[in-house]
């Protein structure tokens, strides 16, 4: 899955008062897409040494290390004019071949995103400050604090025998398919929600649900709790037509085109193909 880097390593513990370096990684946002170095088909995450007109004190903040390097999110465009640096939009993350640098794309479009959302205090209005102990945000005028929003989902594969239930968002292009997911709703506990989400999706009940493993996904500020279960293939599916547009079940060796094992549905589908799940 996309978080999974080794032998590169990930550490999103918080330093407080901490500046950028020359050698220490910088990441600009401009909308969806995030500035890189281009060699071909092969990228790097510039360094603050790569900016030689950035103020001495530009308006930064400290996101998180990549192998013992600081990572720096820079609000200002650095107004380069080299030709290798591009800006690449996040979806990106799917097919790079360099795992790490999809990561760190995602993670700081989270955290960017967070911050860009909470530039004024949700209670009072006034302008918020970034608090200066720990990765939160708060408000002068009326003490409130906002940590970092994190939605959880469930997602789920559902099987019948040889057979797994897959189904085509409204949103996906033309014969691509994944697994029933839906954010948690208040009051519910996350096996309340994977039956609701599969019953109002494509009219099935499940049973024997058992825990698969969790994933970060930034893109969407969630985390992605998946779980396998079993459902009988003879229930008739009824779909929502709202998210869904289409749902079957699919026997191995004949599976549609489907999410990639960057994410935890791309994972368990292909461990469903192997014979594993």
Not at 35 to 58: C, H
Not at 175 to 190: H, K, P, Q, R, T
Request: proline fraction near 7%; aromatic fraction near 12%; glycine fraction near 6%.
């Amino acid at each position: 899955m996309i978080q999974e880097i080794f032998p590169h390593r990930f550490n999103n513990q918080y330093r407080p008062n901490c500046v950028a370096d020359e050698n220490d990684f910088i990441l600009h946002f401009n909308g969806n897409a995030l500035l890189l170095k281009a060699r071909g088909n092969v990228f790097e995450i510039p360094r603050r040494k790569d900016f030689p007109g950035m103020p001495d004190q530009p308006e930064s903040t400290f996101l998180f290390t990549l192998n013992e390097v600081p990572c720096f999110l820079i609000w200002d465009d650095p107004a380069t004019v080299d030709p290798s640096f591009v800006y690449k939009e996040i979806s990106f993350f799917r097919t790079i071949g360099q795992r790490e640098i999809g990561w760190i794309c995602i993670a700081g479009y989270h955290l960017m995103s967070w911050y860009s959302q909470n530039r004024f205090c949700g209670k009072c209005g006034k302008p918020t400050v970034q608090k200066p102990d720990e990765r939160a945000i708060q408000c002068p005028a009326c003490n409130s604090i906002v940590y970092p929003k994190i939605s959880p989902a469930v997602i789920v594969a559902i099987t019948s025998n040889d057979k797994i239930l897959l189904a085509r968002n409204s949103d996906f292009p033309d014969n691509w398919y994944s697994l029933i997911a839906g954010y948690v709703d208040v009051g519910e506990s996350l096996e309340e929600t994977l039956k609701r989400e599969v019953k109002e999706e494509v009219g099935l009940d499940i049973k024997n649900i058992r825990y698969y493993k969790s994933q970060p996904w930034p893109p969407s500020g969630s985390l992605m709790v998946g779980y396998i279960a079993e459902a009988d293939e003879n229930q008739p599916i009824s779909i929502d037509h709202k998210e869904i547009a289409a749902a079957d079940w699919f026997s191995r060796g004949n599976l549609p085109k489907h999410s990639l094992n960057v994410s935890i549905a791309g994972e368990m589908i292909e461990k469903f193909e192997s014979g594993q799940l």
